[in-house]
Protein backbone atom coordinates (compact mmCIF):
# COMPACT_ATOMS: atom_id res chain seq x y z
CA UNK A 1 0.00 0.00 0.00
CA UNK A 2 1.15 3.32 -0.53
CA UNK A 3 1.74 6.17 1.82
CA UNK A 4 -0.50 8.37 -0.25
CA UNK A 5 -3.28 7.59 -2.02
CA UNK A 6 -4.72 9.81 -5.27
CA UNK A 7 -7.09 9.28 -7.76
CA UNK A 8 -5.07 9.64 -10.79
CA UNK A 9 -8.66 10.42 -13.01
CA UNK A 10 -8.87 12.10 -15.55
CA UNK A 11 -11.26 14.39 -14.25
CA UNK A 12 -13.25 16.44 -16.69
CA UNK A 13 -15.37 19.52 -15.93
CA UNK A 14 -17.53 22.27 -17.12
CA UNK A 15 -15.58 25.97 -17.11
CA UNK A 16 -17.54 27.30 -13.66
CA UNK A 17 -17.35 24.71 -12.14
CA UNK A 18 -16.45 23.40 -8.22
CA UNK A 19 -13.70 21.01 -8.43
CA UNK A 20 -12.94 18.67 -5.41
CA UNK A 21 -9.12 16.79 -5.66
CA UNK A 22 -8.72 14.49 -2.58
CA UNK A 23 -5.65 12.26 -1.15
CA UNK A 24 -5.65 9.76 1.89
CA UNK A 25 -2.41 8.94 3.52
CA UNK A 26 -1.57 6.66 5.83
CA UNK A 27 0.92 8.08 7.71
CA UNK A 28 0.46 9.67 11.01
CA UNK A 29 3.43 11.57 11.31
CA UNK A 30 2.89 13.96 8.32
CA UNK A 31 2.01 17.16 9.27
CA UNK A 32 2.87 19.70 6.25
CA UNK A 33 0.92 18.80 3.88
CA UNK A 34 1.30 20.30 0.01
CA UNK A 35 -0.81 21.04 -3.04
CA UNK A 36 1.28 21.55 -6.35
CA UNK A 37 -0.15 22.23 -9.91
CA UNK A 38 2.19 20.45 -12.90
CA UNK A 39 1.60 21.90 -16.17
CA UNK A 40 2.69 19.33 -19.20
CA UNK A 41 6.55 19.12 -19.11
CA UNK A 42 6.64 21.89 -16.51
CA UNK A 43 7.80 21.72 -12.70
CA UNK A 44 5.35 21.50 -10.19
CA UNK A 45 4.17 24.80 -9.19
CA UNK A 46 3.35 25.29 -5.06
CA UNK A 47 -0.42 26.21 -4.87
CA UNK A 48 -1.18 25.69 -1.28
CA UNK A 49 0.61 24.69 2.16
CA UNK A 50 -1.29 23.63 5.54
CA UNK A 51 0.18 22.40 8.53
CA UNK A 52 -1.65 19.78 10.59
CA UNK A 53 -5.26 19.98 10.21
CA UNK A 54 -7.91 22.92 9.36
CA UNK A 55 -8.49 24.85 6.07
CA UNK A 56 -6.63 27.15 4.47
CA UNK A 57 -8.31 29.57 1.47
CA UNK A 58 -6.22 31.49 -1.04
CA UNK A 59 -8.44 33.25 -3.71
CA UNK A 60 -10.64 30.73 -5.54
CA UNK A 61 -8.57 27.94 -3.92
CA UNK A 62 -9.24 26.32 -0.38
CA UNK A 63 -6.88 23.48 0.82
CA UNK A 64 -8.43 21.14 3.72
CA UNK A 65 -6.48 18.81 6.10
CA UNK A 66 -8.41 16.23 8.04
CA UNK A 67 -5.85 14.31 10.16
CA UNK A 68 -7.67 12.08 12.27
CA UNK A 69 -9.25 10.91 8.92
CA UNK A 70 -6.28 11.07 7.26
CA UNK A 71 -7.54 13.26 4.74
CA UNK A 72 -6.75 16.28 2.51
CA UNK A 73 -8.52 17.93 -0.28
CA UNK A 74 -8.46 21.33 -2.55
CA UNK A 75 -11.50 22.68 -3.55
CA UNK A 76 -11.24 24.92 -7.10
CA UNK A 77 -14.22 27.31 -7.42
CA UNK A 78 -14.96 29.01 -10.83
CA UNK A 79 -12.55 26.60 -12.77
CA UNK A 80 -11.21 27.90 -15.40
CA UNK A 81 -9.81 26.35 -18.69
CA UNK A 82 -6.67 27.27 -17.62
CA UNK A 83 -6.74 25.59 -14.53
CA UNK A 84 -6.31 22.14 -16.60
CA UNK A 85 -3.27 20.65 -15.81
CA UNK A 86 -1.88 17.89 -13.21
CA UNK A 87 -2.77 18.45 -9.14
CA UNK A 88 -0.37 16.69 -6.88
CA UNK A 89 -0.74 16.59 -3.27
CA UNK A 90 2.61 16.26 -0.99
CA UNK A 91 3.20 15.61 2.63
CA UNK A 92 6.13 15.87 5.05
CA UNK A 93 6.47 14.76 8.58
CA UNK A 94 9.40 17.66 8.52
CA UNK A 95 11.91 16.77 11.28
CA UNK A 96 9.31 14.86 13.24
CA UNK A 97 10.73 11.75 15.19
CA UNK A 98 14.06 12.05 13.12
CA UNK A 99 12.18 12.15 9.86
CA UNK A 100 13.45 14.67 7.03
CA UNK A 101 11.86 17.26 5.33
CA UNK A 102 11.39 15.02 1.58
CA UNK A 103 7.76 14.87 0.66
CA UNK A 104 5.42 12.40 -0.44
CA UNK A 105 3.72 12.78 -3.54
CA UNK A 106 0.39 10.84 -4.75
CA UNK A 107 0.09 9.99 -8.04
CA UNK A 108 -1.57 12.90 -9.26
CA UNK A 109 -4.97 13.91 -10.72
CA UNK A 110 -5.43 15.15 -14.22
CA UNK A 111 -8.17 17.88 -14.65
CA UNK A 112 -9.31 18.96 -18.03
CA UNK A 113 -11.54 21.92 -17.72
CA UNK A 114 -14.00 22.22 -20.64
CA UNK A 115 -14.77 26.15 -21.83
CA UNK B 1 9.30 31.09 -12.81
CA UNK B 2 10.15 29.60 -9.35
CA UNK B 3 13.76 30.82 -9.12
CA UNK B 4 15.12 27.73 -9.31
CA UNK B 5 17.28 26.41 -12.18
CA UNK B 6 18.29 23.22 -13.94
CA UNK B 7 20.15 22.70 -16.71
CA UNK B 8 19.90 20.87 -19.41
CA UNK B 9 16.48 20.87 -20.04
CA UNK B 10 16.66 17.89 -22.20
CA UNK B 11 19.24 15.32 -22.58
CA UNK B 12 19.65 12.24 -24.51
CA UNK B 13 22.17 9.61 -24.47
CA UNK B 14 22.82 5.83 -24.38
CA UNK B 15 22.91 3.36 -22.29
CA UNK B 16 25.79 2.70 -20.09
CA UNK B 17 26.87 6.22 -20.21
CA UNK B 18 27.16 9.14 -17.91
CA UNK B 19 25.41 12.26 -17.21
CA UNK B 20 25.29 15.14 -14.84
CA UNK B 21 22.83 17.30 -13.94
CA UNK B 22 23.14 20.81 -12.30
CA UNK B 23 21.01 22.72 -10.43
CA UNK B 24 20.61 26.32 -8.64
CA UNK B 25 18.53 26.63 -5.51
CA UNK B 26 16.51 29.91 -5.22
CA UNK B 27 18.65 32.78 -3.49
CA UNK B 28 18.71 32.30 0.22
CA UNK B 29 17.94 28.48 -0.16
CA UNK B 30 20.08 26.23 1.37
CA UNK B 31 18.60 22.90 0.96
CA UNK B 32 18.48 21.21 -2.35
CA UNK B 33 16.43 18.14 -3.09
CA UNK B 34 16.06 15.85 -5.97
CA UNK B 35 12.85 14.08 -7.36
CA UNK B 36 12.78 11.68 -10.33
CA UNK B 37 9.58 11.51 -11.99
CA UNK B 38 8.64 8.43 -14.26
CA UNK B 39 5.07 7.43 -15.51
CA UNK B 40 5.11 4.43 -13.84
CA UNK B 41 6.39 6.01 -10.35
CA UNK B 42 5.43 9.32 -9.96
CA UNK B 43 7.72 11.50 -7.95
CA UNK B 44 10.26 9.90 -5.80
CA UNK B 45 12.43 11.67 -3.32
CA UNK B 46 16.07 10.75 -4.09
CA UNK B 47 18.31 12.86 -1.91
CA UNK B 48 18.27 15.88 -0.27
CA UNK B 49 21.87 18.42 0.53
CA UNK B 50 21.61 20.97 3.41
CA UNK B 51 24.43 23.70 2.85
CA UNK B 52 26.81 21.22 1.21
CA UNK B 53 26.11 17.74 3.53
CA UNK B 54 23.77 14.62 2.71
CA UNK B 55 20.59 14.85 4.89
CA UNK B 56 18.54 12.15 4.10
CA UNK B 57 18.57 9.60 1.06
CA UNK B 58 15.61 8.08 -0.17
CA UNK B 59 14.74 5.74 -3.46
CA UNK B 60 18.62 6.56 -5.23
CA UNK B 61 20.39 4.23 -6.86
CA UNK B 62 24.23 3.36 -6.18
CA UNK B 63 24.70 4.30 -9.75
CA UNK B 64 23.22 7.60 -9.02
CA UNK B 65 25.11 10.51 -7.19
CA UNK B 66 24.62 13.71 -5.68
CA UNK B 67 26.96 17.07 -4.22
CA UNK B 68 26.25 20.14 -3.35
CA UNK B 69 29.18 23.05 -3.80
CA UNK B 70 30.19 25.59 -1.49
CA UNK B 71 28.00 28.22 -3.77
CA UNK B 72 25.21 25.82 -3.11
CA UNK B 73 24.61 24.33 -6.54
CA UNK B 74 23.90 21.05 -6.67
CA UNK B 75 25.02 18.04 -9.05
CA UNK B 76 23.20 15.09 -9.57
CA UNK B 77 25.56 12.33 -11.40
CA UNK B 78 23.67 9.30 -13.24
CA UNK B 79 26.55 6.82 -14.28
CA UNK B 80 25.54 3.62 -16.25
CA UNK B 81 22.73 4.32 -17.68
CA UNK B 82 19.95 1.63 -18.39
CA UNK B 83 16.68 2.52 -20.50
CA UNK B 84 14.73 2.24 -17.38
CA UNK B 85 16.52 6.04 -15.89
CA UNK B 86 14.49 7.68 -19.06
CA UNK B 87 12.89 10.00 -16.60
CA UNK B 88 12.04 13.66 -15.31
CA UNK B 89 14.46 14.74 -12.85
CA UNK B 90 13.41 17.61 -10.27
CA UNK B 91 15.53 19.99 -8.83
CA UNK B 92 13.67 21.68 -5.76
CA UNK B 93 14.90 24.26 -2.60
CA UNK B 94 14.03 25.12 0.27
CA UNK B 95 14.68 28.24 2.52
CA UNK B 96 16.35 27.94 6.61
CA UNK B 97 13.38 25.86 8.83
CA UNK B 98 11.15 26.16 5.70
CA UNK B 99 8.76 23.32 4.71
CA UNK B 100 7.66 24.13 1.26
CA UNK B 101 10.12 23.15 -1.31
CA UNK B 102 9.88 25.25 -4.64
CA UNK B 103 10.78 22.96 -8.10
CA UNK B 104 12.96 24.09 -10.86
CA UNK B 105 11.92 23.41 -14.78
CA UNK B 106 13.58 19.46 -14.20
CA UNK B 107 15.40 18.21 -16.94
CA UNK B 108 14.36 15.43 -18.97
CA UNK B 109 16.47 12.70 -20.18
CA UNK B 110 16.30 9.86 -21.85
CA UNK B 111 18.33 6.99 -22.32
CA UNK B 112 18.69 4.95 -26.04
Known amino acids: QKEVEQDPGPLSVPEGAIVSLNCTYS??????FMWYRQYSRKGPELLMY????GNKEDGRFTAQVDKSSKYISLFIRDSQPSDSATYLC???????????????FGTGTLLAVQP | DSGVTQTPKHLITATGQRVTLRCSPR?????VYWYQQSLDQGLQFLIQ???????AKGNILERFSAQQFPDLHSELNLSSLELGDSALYFC???????????FGPGTRLLVL
Open chain 2, 49 to 55: YYNGEER
Open chain 1, 90 to 104: AMSAGNYGGATNKLI
Open chain 1, 50 to 53: TYSS
Open chain 2, 27 to 31: SGDLS
Open chain 2, 92 to 102: ASSGPGSRTQY
Open chain 1, 27 to 32: NSAFQY
